[in-house]
Nanobody, 114 residues
Framework: VQLQASGGGLVQPGESLRLSCAAS????????MGWYRQAPGKQRELVAH???????NYADSVKGRFTVSSDNAKNMVYLQMNSLKPEDTAVYYC?????????WGQGTQVTVSS
């Protein structure tokens, strides 16, 4: 499984971004898919993910602002990020759990600064 993330960039506080993750195989079979992030000097943390057949989970810090979604026909996973804050600044990684293996995309930088 290969994952290609895109959509990061530099935005001002309050603005929006949408991250995209293209998977090399059909995503409908994935157990879990979503996004993690890692800020400088901090550990990688879960942002949001979709559990196959079981709904979604979000970090408390992004609830109400971020939305994770997928498009099985396009083999894509998305992260819509609204009302961005400086503390959302991090490298965002697409993640998939498939057949007990973890797969990661290459990361895309999101910087929120005025």
């Amino acid at each position: 499984v290969q994952l290609q993330a895109s959509g990061g960039g530099l935005v001002q506080p309050g603005e929006s971004l949408r991250l995209s993750c293209a998977a090399s195989v059909a995503i409908f079979s994935f157990n879990v898919m979503g996004w993690y992030r890692q800020a400088p000097g901090k550990q990688r943390e879960l942002v949001a993910h979709i559990i196959n057949g079981g709904g979604t989970n979000y970090a408390d810090s992004v609830k109400g602002r971020f939305t994770v979604s997928s498009d099985n026909a396009k083999n894509m996973v998305y992260l819509q990020m609204n009302s961005l804050k400086p503390e959302d600044t991090a490298v965002y990684y697409c993640h998939v759990l498939h057949l007990l293996h973890n797969y990661w995309g290459q990361g895309t930088q999101v910087t929120v600064s005025s």
